[in-house]
C-alpha cells in the first residue's frame, strides 16, 4: 500500500486514494458503511415521527384534565375567600 503522507502546518495528511480503497476491502466496508447510516437514519426518522404522533395524543387528552384541574382550583380558592370572611 503506498500511501503519500505530506507534512502541512504539523498536521499529515492521506493524499492518495489508497486510503478509501482500503487494500481492496473497500467495496465491502463502504456499502456495509452506507446501508448502516440509512437504515440507522430511517429509523430515527421513523421513530420521530411516532413520537410526535403519541404526543399529540398525550397532549389532545391531558391538556383537557390540566384545564379542568385549574377551573376547580381556583373554584375552590374562590369558596375559600367567601367562606374566610375577610376581604384580603
Given amino acids: 500500500m503506498s ?9 499529515q495528511f492521506i493524499t492518495h486514494m ?15 458503511f452506507i446501508f448502516t447510516f440509512v437504515s440507522c ?3 430515527y426518522l421513523k421513530t420521530k415521527s411516532e413520537f410526535q404522533k403519541q404526543e399529540k395524543i ?3 387528552e ?4 390540566k384545564t379542568i384541574k385549574i377551573e376547580v382550583a381556583k373554584s375552590k ?6 367562606l374566610s370572611g375577610s376581604l384580603i
Fill in 58 to 60: 398525550f397532549l389532545n
Fill in 18 to 32: 489508497d486510503f478509501f480503497i482500503l487494500d481492496g476491502y473497500g467495496q465491502f466496508v463502504w456499502p456495509a
Fill in 62 to 65: 391531558f391538556k383537557q384534565l
Fill in 77 to 82: 380558592e374562590i369558596k375559600k375567600k367567601i
Fill in 41 to 43: 437514519f430511517y429509523l
Fill in 3 to 11: 500511501i503519500v503522507f505530506q507534512e502541512f502546518l504539523g498536521y
